[in-house]
């Protein structure tokens, strides 16, 4: 059995709104799943049916290989976008009552209370209330409560929300860390851009369906153009890009006559770029040659338009 979570055609309505449509995915074990999609696309609404908040109308969700049950609240690990901390406790207080309502006894609650609170480097909050503390510091608070029990799964919806840039790379360090330790993550996100550094498997929810689905690296290589960005050293650039655009699809160029540069970017067919460098070995010093790989961005928003869907 190679995944941790599979939902199965599972469909959620609210009256005559449908959050989720047969939606189906695969969470294989020990990998970091994106689930992703603009606001209110249902990608909460998925999340809270794993977590047994809410219920499908149909479909199944299995827990490693098990049809989902209470029990298994135990083996995963939820952090929500709304946060729900008591404003007015003081941090070592709340931090151990969560901790106990996961299961732990108080005092091996405390022993990776200080483990963690050292390791985030945050000892000196303990008796500071919640209300004291700024979004992104109550944050690594939850952050804290929510894989302290040592689940399977951990659930991250919008995790980086009231972080700053030093903060945030902390969190994904430890996201990264509890996953080569054998956790099994879903990282929910709008944010595209959030995923390309941290997940292997991502799906595109949109107006609750699942549009696309896979290993990221996958995804990417089919939604290649065979576009690529070249930087050539040329003594007659004029006349260079005169021929380039003759043989060739260029898309765009840029002359730097200063440092007799050519910069363009050019379509090969089938990603074939062998008669291209040949040309330009006889021409000059070729300084870069990249292929363009498209965003995460980008591929939601193709396929999306594939699709005939409109989007945000």
Partial sequence: ??????????????????????????????????????????????????????????????????????????????????????????????????????????????????????????????????????????????????VLHEPKLLIFDEPFSGFDPINANIIKDEILRLKDSGTSIIFSTHRMESVEELCEYIALIHRSEKILDGRLSDIKKAYKNNIFEVGIEAAETENLLFELKDKFKVLSSDVDTEENQLNFSVQLPSGDSGALLNLLGTKGNINSFIETIPSTNEIFIRTVENKGIAHE
């Fill in 1 to 146: 059995m190679n995944n941790i979570l599979v939902a199965k055609k599972v469909t959620k309505k609210y009256g005559d709104h449908t959050a989720l449509q047969n939606v189906s995915i695969e969470i294989p074990k020990n990998s970091i799943y994106g689930l992703l999609g603009p606001n209110g696309a249902g990608k909460t609404t998925l999340i809270r049916i794993i977590n047994q908040i809410t219920y499908p109308d149909q479909g199944e969700v299995l827990f490693e290989g098990e049809p989902l049950r209470p029990e298994h609240i135990a083996k995963i690990g939820y952090l929500p976008e709304e946060r729900g901390l008591y404003k007015s406790m003081k941090v070592g207080e709340q931090a151990l009552y969560l901790a106990q309502l996961k299961g732990l006894s108080k005092n091996d609650a405390k022993q990776k209370l200080k483990y963690w609170f050292d390791r985030l480097e945050i000892g000196d909050w303990w008796n500071k209330k919640i209300q004291e503390l700024s979004k992104g510091m109550a944050q690594k608070i939850q952050f804290i409560v929510t």
